[in-house]
């Protein structure tokens, strides 16, 4: 209960869930490094938010699945910001192709972006935690398809699987270091990945859901700065379902789907 976050690097902040959690550390009193791909402003008016609260940004642009330059992009963002308590590993892609069509490219590019990216960006921001001695946070966003697969989405599953494998290998290395290690698993969120940013997620009706709507960026985002905060201490190696109770749903969904219409994409 000592560790007090006082730094935080949430990557693909620019938006959605990265931009939610950017904003909720920062209500929690973190300077935070924001990180891009493909959308400057949108980082930077996740940028204006967190100054908005006091607290101090700093944006950088981040490619994830060039895995020779992420990682000096992280450890630039990081010295900048004067170190790193948290980080969020939040950037990723997802990709919508049966597995008899999909290309090699595709597979690389997405499991470049959602694994191997992942990797490089969280191993360098680990050693800036266990060179500083102070412990830290690292929070993965996998996803539900972490668990659970999704027809048409195999490179995304293969790569969700493997990064959720890869939290709890680290839980157990890095605890020694007093860094705690977890993931974040979202359902279906209004975010833009899901062309839904700017839809009230309570206004979607989603029967097959228990919770029969979307979920919301900020609930996600809730979640992150829980096990970013003091009071998570004592948790690391978990993944964390956020999805409305999506996963629950796997034997009543199967047992009351009445068409095909499941297996097209």
Known sequence: MSFTPRTAVVTASDSGIGRATAVALAEAGL?????WHSDEQGANDTADEVRAHGRRAVVTRLDTSDLESCGDAVDGLIDELGGVDVFVNNAGRGDNAPFLDMTLDQWRSTVATDLDGAFVCLQRAAQKMVDAGNGGRLIAVTS?????????????DAAKHGLGGLVKTMAIELGAENITVNAVAPGEISTPMNDAEDVDPHRIERPGLPLRRPGDAREIAAVVAFLASPAASYVTGASWPVDGGMLLMGPHAGSHLTSDDWRRP
């Not at 300077?31 to 990180?35: A, F, K, P, Q, Y």
């Not at 539900?144 to 697969?149: A, G, Y």
Request: glycine fraction near 12%; proline fraction near 6%.
């Open 144 to 156: 539900v398809h972490e668990t659970q697969p999704r027809v048409g989405s195999a490179a995304y």
């Open 31 to 35: 300077d935070v490094g924001i990180t």
